[in-house]
């Protein structure tokens, strides 16, 4: 999966360009809105390896739940989910889902979102232990699909820098990958279309 939020052929037909001769341009300008996008809500919208599973380590804050950030499916090839439950950086205890813990929001899937949060069920007998790094999850890490309202944004904030220049095209004073550049309440049409998908950041 892309880390570019519009392809540029998208971006051509939205804009009724049919020329070749500023692909370049017009790539790096997505480029740029797309990490300016990741930047603004603090998430990004793509699987960060969509052909591997990732290790992430968490520190709880409850002992009942635990927030996990963007979990897009946990692993089906090993122990998803392991918890070191006394501290010796051994993680010898397996959660099992729908039996130790459930995924939330739990209509995830169906909404096409991805898991935030881990909740231990009631009847588990495990619990979660605010020990630094207690917590193993094994998965695939982002969003399985880029929402329509970040394309939207996307090609609204492209649009935008291409306009930014003084040359035809261009994207004057932007980075290769957009270093420096920030979505502000300035640019009210962007802010208002990625404001609900806002993330707040989590300590783990």
């Known amino acids: 999966m892309s880390d570019l939020y519009v392809e540029v052929s998208a971006y051509k037909a939205a804009m009724n360009i049919t020329k070749d001769a500023h692909d370049d341009d017009i790539e790096r300008a997505i480029l740029a809105a797309s990490r300016a996008i990741d ?14 599973d990732e290790v992430r380590y968490f520190t709880p ?8 950030g963007d979990l897009a499916a946990l692993s089906t090839t090993s122990d998803p989910v392991l918890l070191d439950m006394d501290s010796d950086g051994s993680f010898e ?29 009631p009847l588990s007998s495990y619990w979660l232990i ?13 969003w399985s699909s880029v ?10 904030l492209a649009s935008r820098y291409l306009k930014r220049t003084d040359a035809p095209f261009g994207i ?12 502000a309440k300035s640019d009210p049409d962007v802010y208002a279309l990625i404001e609900p998908l806002i993330k707040k950041a989590v300590l783990a």
């Not at 603004?40 to 591997?52: I, M, N, V, W």
């Not at 804050?61 to 996990?68: F, Q, Y």
């Not at 929402?147 to 609204?156: C, G, N, S």
């Not at 290769?176 to 550049?181: A, L, T, W």
Request: net charge negative; glycine share 6%; charged share 25%.
């Open 39 to 52: 930047d603004a809500t603090h998430r990004y919208f793509y699987l960060k390896d969509a052909s591997a």
């Open 61 to 68: 804050r409850s002992r009942t739940w635990l927030e996990i």
């Open 93 to 121: 205890s397996v959660l099992t889902e729908n039996v130790d813990f459930v995924l939330e929001p739990l209509n995830a899937t169906e909404d096409e979102v991805p898991y935030e949060r881990l909740r231990m069920l």
């Open 130 to 142: 605010e020990y630094p790094r207690s917590v193993q999850i094994t998965g695939r890490w982002g």
């Open 147 to 156: 929402p329509t309202v970040i394309e939207q944004a996307t090609l609204i």
């Open 172 to 183: 004057a004073g932007l980075g290769p990958q957009g270093e420096g550049v920030r979505i």
